[in-house]
Structure formats: C-alpha cells, structure tokens
C-alpha cells in the first residue's frame, strides 16, 4: 500500500480518536450498530463543531443488542446530529472527515468491534477521500434525524421483545457448543482412525475391521442423538409455563406467612424444578452508583396507575373469611356473578391463568397477588425469580423486595438484588440496588456491592454490562416485574386483610394493561 493508505487487522478506534480531535469543522460517522462505552471513547473528547453520526433505527436490533438506545442518549446529549439510514439500510462502516481523512471497513462503533477480527482501510489522499463522500452525500440524502421522542417511545415498545430475544440467543449458543463438542468428538475419532490405518499392516487388517465398524456404529448414533437434541433444543425456545416453576416467595414477615404445613389449594401448588448451576469465577467487583430519581415519587406513582389503560367496570369485592382445608383465611372474594380469572378490558373478555401470581397495585401498596376464580388469599411484597436471566454472558437470578416509602417524596420502592445462578439457595448478592418503580418505568437510584463471597461470581464483567445496558436492564426488570408467574412451592404472601384491609372491607378491582402484561389495579370503595 502507499503512504496515503493504511490497512488494520486490528481495532482502530485510536486512529479514530486522533483524526476526530485533528478535525477542524466537520467529521461524519456512518455506523450500524453503537454502544455507549466506544460512543463516549471515541467522540466523548475534542471533536468538531459539526458532528454527525448516522446508524440504523430499528426494534430488532435494540431488542437483540446489536445496538444500544443508550448509546444515541449520549449523543444527543453531546450535542451530536442524529440521523438514521434506515431505507435501504446502512450497512457500511465509515468515518469520514472531508477533505482529511476516510476509514472503510468492517468495524462497528461498538465494543465487541473492538475485540473481534475486523478488517478496515485508511485513505488520507485527497482524491480518495473526495470520491467517498460525494458517495456518502448521496446516503444523507435519505437520512431522516433521530430524536429523544423517538428513543423515549421505541423503549417502551421493544420491552417485551428483549426477554424473547435474549431466551433465543441461549438457545441458539447451546447448539453452538453441542455442534462444537459433536464436531471435536469427531475429529479426535478421525485422528484414531488414521493412527489405526498406518499401523496396521498386512497381518492384522482383520483384527482392525470390526473395532472400525465399531465406532462407525457409534458415530451414526451419535448423530442421530444429535439431530433429537437440536430438535428439543429449537423446540424449547418457549418455556413450558405449565410445568417450569417461574419464581418462589421470599421476605415475608412471619405473622402473614402460610402457615407451614397447610395443604396446596391444588395439585399445580406441588410443581417445582431446581435450575441448573452455572459456572462461577472469581472477579473482583467495583462500585455501581446512579442517582437520577426525583422527589414526588409517590405522587408519580399514583399518577401512572390513574394513566394505565383499565376496564370500566369493576369487581366489587369483599374481604371475609373462607374455609379451606379446616382452615379459615382472610381472602378478597368476588361476588357470585364475577370469576377473577375472566375479567373485561376494553370490552374484551381476559382470561387470567388460575394459581398465577399477578401485579396488584392499590394505593401506594403494591405486590404479586395469588388469583384464583373467586379469591385473593395472598399478596407477596418479595420473591426470588427461578427463571434465570442472562447478563454479562452469565446467568444470575433477580430477587424483589417491595419496600415502603415513608413520605410522599420517598423515591425508593423496590429492592433488586442479582445472585448467580445456583442450585444452592445461600448465595449472597453481587449486587444490590434501590429502584424506584413507576409501572410506566423502573429507574436505579442507587446501587452497593453484595455481601463479600468466595466465588465472587462474574462480578466484573456483570458491572461493565450494567454500565454500558443500564436501560436494557430496567426495561427486563421491568418486564420481570410486570408478567404474570407461578410460584413454585409455598403459599407465602401478605394476607389479604393485611394488604387490603381488616374483614368488611369493599374493594374495587380492575384489570390493566402495560407493555403487554395484565395486572390488577384496587381501590377501596366509598362507604
């Protein structure tokens, strides 16, 4: 190559950053993908006063995490122009500063381009540069801007997207491994194979036919148990919700717990199922802290509860005592013409599963209420999730404890704290955190380290993931918060004229809806 070129195999963000800083009035980036760690590396310096970035605008790829809403936030919030390249879609990737300097190549704005084998070519000629943007002008030319609006309504819109994607990306990694282990299982017998071939000679050709047809024999079976395994494994992209346990109660105070000993209302009560263990490595951890709530949260509580989509019609419910087994519980009860499982939302009739744990907000309480046809009998303020969740290329589960606030400018409700996946239920947290749930939104307020513990779990790399995915995380939270599960084995939970009101009291309950998810929404009636 001559002196005007230059071709990296490797990451060239610092090539990047240079040439940004050298830059007098303008530079343009064209990226598919960004995140915000390699945004604020590359552009978080001196930069021109004219600075556009143009990226793809797309559910798909923030629902998968190819791309990152944080990381246009921080642009915004640079002051950087914002375009999207959407029709065709924008799949070069470019920096370019007119008349200076061009890269092409292969690299993303993002943090795993910067650790996978790229490919890109720097030009400084003038001609070179010339010819790529009089192209590049011609792809402005259909770019339409990207605004906070616009980020603001696509998180809402893609929350429930991102727990399929990632269930589908753990699918798809554990193919990956069987093929790989199916393939070296396969390659090591092929090196037998060829070890036997060249020692054999004459003589012993018969001996070494029938250990031969042997492992042939093994390798068709393996085989055939590979394609059954793939088969259960593209089959099992959605778990089976009858049968997998979704999440335990936890944090209950003793006098509202079920009594021990109290037999299931149901045989679905006794489902239960242990998650495998995931591996732990030992990884120091760092301080996490965010600060961005605001006072009035209990106002803005109330005010996104009066905002949710409800039915007009109400269940008049009462709290009273039911007989259940010999035993006498406190329950909500709906009157004889009203099923709690089949309840009217925008003049559809809504089938709620029976035994599921379901949001119920009343006033500023809120919980998981146990629902059956005709009552309430339990509401959990805390549960540990048993369905694992994917951070930082490791499994952890989440547990929730809703805490109280003590004033109307309290702003946490919510405790979450992240444990590694394990079959062992004594594992402190790596990470615990103060929320402030809003049902519209879930923001951190603050967030500590866990109890020290030996293994310390994947401490760092789930600290540089929430850094980088803070919205990412909220919005699977919040979705974690919002959709209905069964728990696995107790009937734990606040008892109903502890969460509602003492026996007598009239309750009005609707059903909601936000981000796909039904809850149930209370309200003590006048008397």
């Known amino acids: 190559m001559s002196g005007s070129q230059r071709f990296y195999l490797k990451s060239i963000t610092r090539r990047w950053v240079s040439e940004i800083e050298r830059a007098q009035e303008r530079v343009l980036l064209f990226f598919p993908f960004l995140s915000p760690k390699t945004v604020k590396k590359v552009l978080g310096g001196k930069r021109p006063p004219c600075c556009e970035v ?46 200076k300097f061009v890269s092409v190549g292969s690299q993303n704005l993002t943090q795993q381009g910067r650790r996978n084998r790229e490919a890109t070519v720097a030009f400084t000629s003038q001609s070179d540069v010339a010819l790529v943007y009089e192209k590049a002008l011609g792809w402005v030319e259909h770019a339409t801007p990207i605004t906070n609006e616009g980020i603001q309504r696509m998180e809402e819109l893609i929350g429930p997207l991102r727990e399929k994607f990632a269930d589908a990306r ?21 090196r037998r194979q060829e070890r036997v071939r060249l020692r054999d000679d004459d003589e012993d050709v018969l001996e070494q036919q029938l250990p031969l047809e042997e492992r042939q024999a093994c390798w068709r079976e393996e085989d055939r148990n590979a394609e059954e395994l793939l088969d259960r494994l593209i089959g099992g992209v959605e778990p089976d919700v009858e049968r997998l346990p979704h999440a335990e109660i936890i944090s209950l105070p003793a006098e509202s717990r079920a009594e021990e000993g109290d037999p299931p209302d149901d045989v679905e009560d006794q489902d239960g199922e242990n998650i495998d263990e995931s591996t732990i490595e030992d990884r120091p951890l760092r301080n996490v802290f965010w600060h961005d709530a605001s006072p009035g949260r209990l106002a803005s509580f109330r005010e996104s509860i009066r905002r949710a989509p409800k039915s007009r019609r109400a269940v008049e419910a009462e709290v009273r005592p039911v007989v259940s ?10 009157p004889s013409d009203f099923l709690f499982t089949s309840l009217m939302l925008e003049e559809k009739e809504v089938p709620l599963k029976p035994f599921y744990r379901y949001l119920c907000l009343l006033d500023d309480k809120w919980g998981w209420a ?22 930082a ?16 400018n309290s702003m ?26 809003e049902l519209e939104s879930l923001r951190f307020i603050s967030a500590r380290k866990g109890k020290p513990m030996a293994p ?17 995380f909220e919005g699977r939270l919040l979705n974690r918060i919002l959709s209905p599960f069964k728990y696995a084995k107790n009937l734990g939970g606040e008892r109903a004229d502890a969460f509602f009101g003492p026996e007598g009291t009239k309750i009005s309950v609707r059903l909601a809806a936000m981000r796909g998810h039904h809850f149930l929404v ?3 009636s006048q008397p």
């Open 393 to 408: 290329g490791a499994q952890y589960r989440l547990t929730f404890n809703v805490q109280e606030r003590t004033s109307s």
């Open 456 to 472: 310390g779990g994947r401490a760092a790399d789930l600290n540089d993931w929430l850094s980088d995915n803070r919205t990412e």
């Open 54 to 99: 143009y990226t793809l605008f797309r559910a798909e790829h923030f629902a998968n995490g190819a791309s990152s809403l944080d990381a246009l936030k921080i642009l915004l919030g640079m002051g950087v122009r914002l375009y999207s390249i959407d029709r065709p879609m924008l799949h070069a990737k470019v920096l370019l500063v007119p008349g």
């Open 370 to 391: 146990r629902v059956t046809k005709k009552r309430i009998s339990f509401i959990a303020n805390g549960l540990r999730q048993l369905l694992p969740l994917r951070l």
């Open 170 to 190: 753990e699918v798809a990694k554990r193919i990956d491994r069987e093929l790989r282990k199916a393939d070296r299982s396969r390659r090591i017998a092929d």
């Open 412 to 437: 946490s409700n919510l405790k979450v704290s992240i444990v590694p996946n394990s079959q062992k239920s004594d594992y402190p947290p790596l990470l615990e955190a103060d929320c402030s749930f």
């Open 325 to 334: 087994h010999g035993r006498r519980k406190p329950s909500l009860v709906a």
């Open 522 to 524: 209370a309200e003590r």
